[in-house]
């Protein structure tokens, strides 16, 4: 599977670790940055994740911040991404099964590094289920999506 990952300053620990542990565990992995904890701001790396996915250069993406939430709040803003904040084992697997969320967020600050690995494994081997109700609530997520884009919202 084809993993792009990417923190701001106060997820560049984490990310660091698991850009190898990923590499080492058999994924694609794409790091997109930050590459030192020198101040940057999450939107852009946010942005750097979404257009990996868009552009079909990752089938999944973690962002790592301070809280997840800043990273969570800018990769929704883009069409096709749909992020969510994990900080436990079932929301990890559970986004990807029943919301078929393709973007993970941590929080540095909020969890330890054995959490967010277990968090992260768990989201990278879940699978959308296909389930009736969990395809038709996507196909109504989409379908917000899109009027929304239409209207310019």
Same mark, same amino acid.
């Given at each position: 599977?084809?993993v792009a990952i990417?923190?701001?300053?106060a997820g560049?620990?984490f990310?660091s670790i ?14 997109? /940055?930050?590459?030192s ?6 939107p852009?790396h946010?942005? @750097?994740?979404a257009?990996a +996915?868009?552009? =079909?250069?990752a089938?999944?993406g973690?962002?790592?911040?301070g809280s997840?939430v800043?990273?969570?709040?800018a ?5 096709g991404?749909?992020? /969510?904040?994990?900080h436990?084992?079932y ?7 029943? @919301?078929d969320?393709?973007? +993970?967020?941590l =929080? ?7 959490l ?10 879940a699978?959308f ?5 969990h395809?038709?609530?996507l ?14 919202g």
């Open positions: 599977m084809k990417a923190s701001d300053h560049f620990h990310k698991f850009v190898v542990e990923l590499f080492e565990a058999g994924y694609d992995v794409t790091d997109l /940055g930050t590459d904890e020198m101040p940057t701001d999450y852009d946010a942005a @750097d994740i257009k +996915l868009i552009d =079909g250069k089938e999944r973690i962002l790592i911040c997840g800043g990273v969570g709040v990769a929704n803003k883009f069409k991404i749909r992020a /969510g904040v994990c436990d084992h929301s990890a697997h559970q986004c990807v099964e029943h @919301d969320v393709n973007v +993970l967020c =929080g540095e600050r909020v969890i330890g590094i054995e967010a690995r277990e968090i992260i494994f768990s989201f990278l081997q699978k289920s296909h389930e009736p109700r395809q038709r609530r196909d109504k997520i989409l379908s917000i999506e899109n009027k929304n884009m239409k209207q310019g």
